[in-house]
């Protein structure tokens, strides 16, 4: 697969992996593992009788349990699903429901769980629940920290590590609280006007999402990015930030804008190993407006390459590739700068961020994703859903606007948009934003 071998290669991964492999061989642990133990004692010496805590993997809630199970007054046991293709084959129904009656007696004052332990199980409420790693969703957010403070005062910790992703998780994941917490406001107040073709309640957080986002600048910053302080500082404006597992550069800010991201020493790198012309011609490729954006103070770096290298790059980039080359000294510009692009593109509501597809599709079936993805608010996701559901590409342009609503994550305002883009007469010199 060529995209795991370019991921495995890039520099970046690569000196992550020698750093975590010297920190192995020195035998240094998270620094959050210790908090978690200090803080797991300090709950029981405050008079909790059970404490829950949450992590997203398996493997690191085993050598949880192993932790904490060191510590006197500690009997912690993990709760996890069961899995067939795994060599930790997990744990059975059954299994699970004498885990949670022997937590309930007390035998385990501790229960270490993965996502399993946020919803449909029996789990008698916890005096304290912490967080070790943090989730971007609203929903488990609230489940989790529903398992402690039903009936009498509860506590519920958050570890995070500052600089990494754990911060961007963590105020993302608030922010959609907040607005669902508004949008089941207005599904109370508009209860009692309530009428026979009346949305669901899911329905309507989705409408109410769509007006959050045509409302809000939109950012869609890839996966990779979340823990960067760039991220860390965009979080901090009121803006809606949206994960996503991007190919082809780093933030997407319109439907035709879109951002790589290099530090300098990043930049240098791959100009060394190859990466960066390739990465260019497919981000030159794929949005009318590309934009490499290069942050730090100056070329000086670790890297023995020739300025005039580094210079000759940029020249390149510049004026064979047509792309334009910002530079910004910090992350707290950086994430400025993302926000003016992303306001200033999406300030009349129609240029909203999508992911678009790669330069060649290597199949009818992605060739058709392509097409259908470039209608509006419409992404790749999106496009594949509509593809399902009708068919045909002929068939998503002639649906209706009742039809095109019957597809998950299209509301009103997005299927109104689509057939007026298919049914308004072409005009070469009416160049007007219609909302």
Known sequence: MPWLRAFLEDSRIVNISRIASQEVEKGNEHPKLQILIKRVSESFALGSRRVMVFTNYR???????????KEPGVSAVRLVGQQTKSADKGLSQKQQTMLLEDFKSGQYNVLVATQIGEEGLDIVECDEVIFYDTVPSA???IQRRGRTGRKGPGRATVLMATGTRDEAYYYISRRRERMMAVALKQVASQATEAELDQPNLEEFLKEEEVREMSQKPTIIVDARELGSPTTRELSKYDILITQETLSIGDFVVSDRTAIERKTVEDFVASIID????????NLKSVYEMPILLIEGESFQTSRNIAPEAVMGAVASIIVDFGVPVVWTRSPSETALLLLSIARREQSKGERRPRIRMERKPDSLAREQEFVVAGLPLVD???ARRL????????RVFLASDKELQNVEGIGKKISERIRKLVTAPYR????????
């Open 139 to 141: 929903i488990r957010y």
């Open 59 to 69: 493997a690191t809630a085993a050598r949880l349990v192993e932790e904490l199970s």
């Open 428 to 435: 070469e010199d009416d160049m007007t934003s219609h909302d």
């Open 274 to 281: 190859g990466r960066l012309f390739e990465q260019i011609s």
């Open 380 to 382: 790749t996701v999106i």
């Open 387 to 394: 593809l399902k559901a009708f068919g045909t590409v002929e």
